[in-house]
Nanobody, 116 residues
Framework: QVQLVESGGGLVQPGGSLRLSCEVS????????MGWYRQGPGKQREWVATFHTGGTTTYEDSVKGRFTISRDNANNTVHLQMNNLEPKDTGVYYCYVITPRGGPYWGQGTQVTVSS
């Protein structure tokens, strides 16, 4: 059974930083595509970043240069380092995984609030 558990969300002032983590169990971690989506208040869920199996990373335009996605294969964890946060980054952040056998699988989400 594939399970994803996010952590690291919270309240931060504009310009601040947060580091989200997503611990994954139930899969062979190194062979999967992993990433993050977010859903702001009153908005549809939108893609944020992806860590591809070949090691490349891709980002939504508004987060380029501010967010960095990484993965720790030894601990089956994917991280999202978010710097210079803006109020428009507020939302629930969800990690996902796509395995060779199926997916996407989703975590329960972690709330990020950027406000002064």
């Amino acid at each position: 059974q594939v399970q994803l558990v996010e952590s690291g969300g919270g309240l931060v002032q504009p310009g601040g930083s947060l580091r989200l983590s997503c611990e994954v169990s139930g899969i062979i971690f190194t062979r999967d595509v992993m990433g993050w989506y977010r859903q702001g208040p009153g908005k549809q869920r939108e893609w944020v970043a992806t860590f591809h199996t070949g090691g490349t990373t891709t980002y939504e335009d508004s987060v380029k240069g501010r967010f960095t996605i990484s993965r720790d294969n030894a601990n089956n964890t994917v991280h999202l380092q978010m710097n210079n946060l803006e109020p428009k980054d507020t939302g629930v952040y969800y990690c996902y995984v796509i395995t060779p056998r199926g997916g996407p699988y989703w975590g329960q989400g972690t709330q990020v609030t950027v406000s002064s």
